[in-house]
């Protein structure tokens, strides 16, 4: 072998293991939601930073993503290896308390209260410590279908049967209403007279699609309910306030619910992708759903039985008013990143009125504050009621970002799909899940 | 005088035994080892690098859990009835179809199909195709009868399940049942025929004796497997309604991951581990014992 034979390959291997270590080789490495519209925007925001003149080579972006299933596990494991192969990183809400000790709170820029609001921000803080800049937001809407509604609201025999049916199954005549208007009780009551085993007459076979899976998102979906009686994992001292009037009153509904077979029977291995299906099949009156559901919802390519006829509004009210869980996604400062200035300036940044709005075009879900959504609103109308119904409704229970918040969430999955399935009674599913959250947030 | 195989083992065979030995050490004893630490440890994703020794209370935690007995029943009694259909499918077919696959051995690729989709994509697949308004079985069940069933309801969840995962795995005890029958002797079969072994005679008293190793090959593998069920339950049902569909492996996934419960799963997998040694142990003994009584 030739001295320059050995020099070549010599040359090949180095380029090769450049190109295979490329990542650590970033100016500023920013670990990303993979595959959907946050990608686009995250994409779209890294572009416009880069272009920036007072960027320099040594602090520009590069983007990194991993397969989205089982992320969050995947970026515990890695920020808990004391991984540096990205410098900033995606959060969540509900993770944040588990994240923070291997994350450095941000700071951010002067616009971002006005951007964001106080309620978003809250979205990403953690022990008072703000430790991140809140892009994605995620909340709820009661979709419902304008046409079966409107045409309940004009016809008096149906009005008369709805009110035998919410007599029969809810113990009071109820009178149909403006969804807007409607209680809990009164989307029960609605869900009811349009399902077919309950209404023989109903045009849609179910009138709900309720998400049921032992499923920790399913428990964000549920829990609007509740806390619209006045629910909350904890009181102000601390302690675990779950085993209440307000969550038996939730659980009780879904239950009524799922029983009379207002929901499809196997509404208890459904979660988002199939309570959409059901939804968009023309066969479901009303279901609440995430917000991210809207876009396919009423699209007539995608959903052409209901995309002309989908109304999107905000959960329905209960005794302490309306309510919808917020979280957001937001991008943090890995602790052992090696580049942390580059890392900081980027995420100041990207709390900007300017990279919000970036954001914001390219499909991204940020939750604006009134002024500065008015300036996407024709092209993104959708973040108008997004950013409305996140400062009006929007809520994160107590304790709903401490380190054990998603352990919470899998807890209250398998103790209420316990009761809904029959598994098991109300009161040990209250008690075993009071007595699991006291032991996980204690 | 000692044979080749008693005879102490050469200097060479100790050196060329050294790749293989630190293998094992690195790639399954040091894990082994960290397991055993952790099993008897508080830790957390915090403190992984610095786990405080607590005894046996992760232990304790296991055994006192009530959903660690509902996985371990649930394994248990997916794995048995898995292994059982798939391998009593799986030899009807070989002896069934044999004189088909004998003129036809084409049809083997086709029949073999199922096992090339990983059990994830499975799970992925029946999730739609069980759908009640995406599907094809719920669509036609409403279309002939009215009838909108539940296939993923608590009551019929397990079921499902039980024919999702046979449906993947019955080729493979399929495949291993007619290799076995393919080699029994013709011969054998002739003489049993010329001395008026009826069709029946022939099968129980001369073919399946002679598979019978085969079969038992058959079950343990499919129980195995069955027993560590995970990937096509976990995208079908989760753990289930209740956890009434968490299997063992979901059980130790959740609470490591999902509950941060790093040293609780960790010593399931322990008791998981010392249980099935014990039996492939007890096993491998009651094999030896009859080898050696015959």
Known sequence: ?442 | MTTPSQRAPSSEFRLLAVPLVLFLLVFLGFPALVNLVYSVSEVSFETLRSPEITGFANFTAVWTDSSFWQASWFSFRFGLLTALLECALGLFLAIFLSPLIEKRSWLMAILMLPLMVAPALIGLMYRFVLHEFVGPVPYYLWTWFGASFSFLGPASAFWTLVVVETLQWTPFAFLLFHMAYQAIPKEIIEASAMDGAHYRHRLWYVELPLMAPTIVVALLIRFIDGFRVFDNVYVLTGSGAGGSTASLSIYIYEAFFKQGAIGKAVAASVILFAVSFAVLYGLNALAARRKGAR
């Open chain 1, 1 to 442: 072998m030739t001295f320059s034979t050995l020099r070549r390959g010599g040359l090949i291997a180095t380029a090769i293991a450049s190109l295979m270590a490329s990542p650590a080789f970033a100016k500023v490495t920013v670990l990303g939601w993979p595959g959907g519209p946050e990608e686009t925007a995250l994409r779209a925001a890294a572009d416009a930073y880069n272009a920036k003149p007072d960027v320099t080579d040594a602090n520009k972006v590069e983007l990194l993503f991993f397969n989205r299933d089982g992320f969050w596990d995947k970026l515990q494991a890695d920020l808990a290896a004391g991984s540096k192969a990205f410098d900033a990183n995606l959060l969540a809400t509900y993770s944040i308390g588990r994240y923070a000790p291997f994350m450095e709170p941000v700071e951010l820029s002067d616009e971002a209260k006005a951007v964001y609001g106080d309620s978003v921000l809250t979205t990403m803080q953690y022990e008072g410590k703000q430790f991140g800049v809140p892009t994605d937001l995620s909340l709820h809407f009661m979709y419902y279908r304008n046409d079966l509604i409107e045409a309940l609201l004009k016809d008096d025999a149906a009005k008369a049967k709805f009110a035998e049916i919410s007599e029969k199954h809810l113990g009071r005549k109820l009178e149909p209403k403006n969804p807007d208007e409607w209680t809990w009780d009164d989307y029960a009551a609605t869900a009811l007279y349009f399902t077919q085993a309950v209404n023989p007459d109903s045009p849609t076979r179910y009138g709900t699609v309720l998400q049921l899976k032992n499923l920790l998102f399913n428990m964000m979906v549920f829990q609007s309910l509740p806390r619209s009686y006045g629910g909350n994992w904890m009181d102000e001292s601390g302690k675990v306030t779950v085993n209440s009037d307000a969550f038996r009153k939730g659980l009780e509904i879904y239950k009524l619910l799922y029983d009379a077979g207002a929901t499809p029977r196997d509404s208890l291995s459904y979660e988002f992708a199939e309570a959409n299906a059901a939804y968009a099949s023309g066969q479901v009156a009303a279901m609440m759903q995430w917000n991210a559901a809207a876009s396919d919802l009423t699209s007539k390519e995608k959903s052409p039985a209901v995309a002309e006829v989908t109304e999107t509004i905000a959960p329905p009210a209960g005794p302490e008013g309306r309510f919808t869980h917020i979280h957001g996604l937001g991008f943090g400062l890995n602790k052992n990143a090696e580049n942390k200035d580059g890392a900081r300036a980027f995420i100041k940044w990207l709390s900007s009125k300017d990279a919000a709005l970036i954001y914001a075009r390219n499909n991204g879900a940020p939750a604006l504050t009134p002024d500065v959504v008015k300036e996407v609103a024709a092209d993104r109308p959708d973040l108008v009621k997004l950013g409305a119904f996140a400062s009006k409704y929007g809520y994160v229970m107590n304790g709903g970002t401490s380190a054990k918040a998603l352990s919470v969430y899998e807890l209250q999955a398998k103790e209420f799909t316990g009761y809904w399935s029959g598994q098991q009674s109300l009161d040990d599913a209250l008690g075993k899940t009071e007595k699991g959250m006291t032991d996980l947030l204690k």
